[in-house]
Structure formats: C-alpha cells, structure tokens
C-alpha cells in the first residue's frame, strides 16, 4: 500500500517536501484561493444583468439564511471533528473515524457548509459572478472529497460502508 506515503500507525514522515502535495497541500492552497475569491472578487461582470426589483430582495433574504445555515453547518462539523481536524485533506495518524452528528447527515460538513455558506453570499451581494465561483467551489469540493476519500477508505475499513449510508456534499441528494 503506497501512493504517495504509506499509513502506518506511525507519525506521518514525508519523504518529499510539502509543495510536493503529499498529503493534499495543494487542495488547501487552491481551497483559499476559491474562498477568497468568493469572498473578495468582483460580483459581476459588464456582459452580466444587474439583479433588481423583487428578484433581488428576494435573492438577499434568502442569501442570508442560506449564509446563516452554512455558517451553523461549518461550525458544528468543526466541532464534532474535535481534536481529528486537520487542514490537510490526508487523515490524521492517530485520527477516529467521526460518523455522528452532522457527520451522520453529510459525510463533509465542512466542505457542505462552505458551499452552502458561499452559495448565501452570492445571493447575499446579488453577484452574479459570485454564484459561479460558489459553483466553482462546489466542483473543486466534490475533486478534493475524491481524492480525501481514497485516503479514508484505506485507513478505515468502515468507511466504504459510511459511504453508502451517507451521501457526500449535499444532504440526502449528493
């Protein structure tokens, strides 16, 4: 068993430097890249329509809630993961495989609440560019949950049963 590291029950030792992306350093980088990029890039677009009238107060209501629950998704999901949160997206040595709470609704609440966070922003500052960079978020998200997995799956063997109980970023639906 070797792809990049092997997982021992040992500290983690990388034979390679970190920009190597052994254990994912790369999905971090571009992740921070996307939030803020959702966060700070430009709303919109000359080609893209303003939104206006109902449409738009309708966009900012529902972009609050939405902000407000993805917020509330991200806190919990970071709580519950306690003391086996990393910001690699490659497992912890000595980490437990967490199944309960929102990790019984969503397999990665963190990435969910990001997306759903996002997602309340863009309709929140009525940026039409903004909706697609949550969407880029939503594609990079499901790649890196990928490639998190394959880790996962290796270091814990009920994990291929959590994935079928489970569905990955978007509670009862993906």
Known sequence: MREDVAMTGQEFKPSVRWWKGSRGEWYVVVQVFLLLLVAFGPRSFVCLPAWTGRFAEAARIAGIVLTVAGGGLFLAALARLGKNLTPLPYPKVNGQLVQSGVYGL??????????????????????????????????????????????????????AAYQKRVRKLIPFVY
Do not use: M, N
């Open 106 to 159: 969503v397999r990665h609440p963190i990435y969910c609440g990001c997306i759903v966070l996002a997602l309340g922003w863009a309709l929140t500052v009525r940026g039409p560019a903004t909706v697609g960079y949550a969407v880029l978020l939503l594609l990079f998200f499901d790649v890196k949950s990928r490639r998190e997995e394959r880790w996962l799956v290796t270091k814990f063997p009920a994990y």
